[in-house]
């Protein structure tokens, strides 16, 4: 079989080194992919927003199976497009159609299908610029700190947490009246802030069955001791160490069959995976967000994890047979630490050149802003490389991930030394 994989993350080169390993695999496709990605399939110099180029890559390469690796194609109804369309409405597409991808693209289409499916989660409400003062009131009713969130997508940037009243009324503004995050912000939930600990949970469904991956915890701060600015993800963990056996059965229990239910009951479409961001408050779990993907880095954890052929499962999924599939879990535990450009995730340079990548033996680097120019590999974007290792638990793989960084370097690399800090 021939596989495209659209994106060109640390996600993307996860999902491809794994899917490179099964026998059912002909030819790998990555578009447009990285400089880690070309090393396990062919990259593809197009858009993964471009769905004509996408038509065309299909075609001309015979693909029989789509993934989509971000949220941006599937947002902007990447599987419609195939699915309306005759030359390729009969490929499978790994990733919910534009509906259904509102699970992540509105804050509010979210907090409103939790609602109606009885799945815990924050209290809310929603704002735009019609209803400012409505919203300056709602601030008033909370007790601090306040969140704010973006309803559209905002490049993992949307959210804000603030423990002054004025402060979270002057940001209200900011992000309605004048903008802030664009169109993203044009409505504004603000919900009750949740205290407590938060973990991942990632499920791939067909719309009826799913298998649960394991569970991880990422780390989106800069700063040690999750200080400092947002960024996508300094480092990752799994399975996370306080997700028992019984935690897990709760979790399935009040948040991941209702959320596969409520798909049926809501005749929503879905086909792909789920990403559940989740909240332990005092023994209680709630829900804080969903993603129509798999989280970036923790895709560079989770999937590594995975005993069972990971092309089966999809191809499994991609035709509505998921039931008839178990997925198995290696006993172990795995780790990654992000390294990134200085600077992120503000402004930073590009095309600084990575030396040693080619010398770590005992860890898996998977790329993620990397490419190649005139035959050495440089920097691409914020995240370069996140650096994955196992372990009898994390803190063994964390000390492996550790040694494997002292290998390699690029001019201003960064990273966090205290990844699992908390746990």
Avoid at 87 to 115: C, D, H, R, T, W
Avoid at 156 to 179: P, S, T, W, Y
């Amino acid at each position: 079989m021939n596989v495209l994989i659209l994106g060109s993350g640390g996600r993307e080169h996860a999902m491809a080194w794994k899917i490179a390993q099964s026998d059912l695999l002909d030819e790998l496709f990555i578009a447009p992919g990285n400089a880690g990605t070309k090393e396990v399939g062919t990259n593809l110099e197009i858009s993964q927003t471009d769905f004509e180029a996408v038509k065309k890559a299909v075609i001309e390469n015979n693909i029989e199976l789509v993934i989509v690796g971000p949220e941006d194609p599937l947002v902007k109804g990447v599987h419609d497009f195939f699915l309306k369309d005759d030359e390729l409405k009969n490929v499978p597409v790994i990733g919910p159609e534009k509906y259904a991808a509102q699970l992540e693209g509105s804050k509010e289409f979210a907090k409103e299908f939790m609602y109606r499916h009885n799945i815990p989660t924050a209290a809310y409400e929603s704002f735009t610029t019609e209803n400012l003062e409505e919203g300056y009131k709602f601030l008033e009713t909370l007790d601090a700190p306040y969140v704010l969130k973006a309803d559209g997508l905002a490049a993992g940037k949307g959210v804000v947490i603030l423990n002054d009243l004025q402060e979270a009324k002057d940001e209200l503004k900011d992000m309605l009246a004048n903008e802030k995050f664009g169109a993203a912000s044009s409505k504004v939930v603000i919900e009750e802030f949740l205290d407590g600990i938060e973990l991942s949970c990632f499920v791939l469904t067909d719309g009826k069955s799913y298998v649960t991956l394991p569970s991880a915890k990422d780390y989106k701060r800069i700063g040690e001791g999750d200080k400092g600015l947002n960024t996508g993800g300094m480092g990752a963990v799994s399975p996370v160490p306080f997700a028992t056996d019984e935690l897990m059965k709760q979790i399935d229990e009040l948040v991941i069959k209702p959320t596969i239910d409520g798909f049926q009951k809501d005749n929503i479409s879905y086909v792909g995976f789920v990403f559940i961001g989740l909240i332990l408050v005092k023994g209680e779990i709630k829900v804080i967000e969903y993603n129509c993907r798999m989280g970036d880095p923790e895709t560079e954890v989770v999937i590594p994890l995975i005993e069972s052929d990971f092309l089966e499962l999809l191809i499994a999924t991609g035709n509505k047979e998921l039931h008839t599939k178990t997925i198995e879990i290696k006993n172990q535990s795995a780790c990654t630490v992000v390294l990134v450009s200085g600077g992120y995730p503000e402004a930073y340079e590009n095309g600084k050149e990575i030396l040693g990548v080619n010398t770590v033996e005992n860890s898996i680097p998977f790329h993620a802003g990397t490419k190649i120019v005139d035959g050495k590999l440089v920097t691409n974007g914020g995240r370069v490389i996140a650096v994955t290792s196992y372990g009898s638990d994390f803190k063994d793989a964390l000390k492996t991930s550790y040694k494997s960084i002292e290998k390699i370097c690029f001019n201003g690399m960064n990273f966090r030394t205290d990844i699992g800090f908390d746990l």
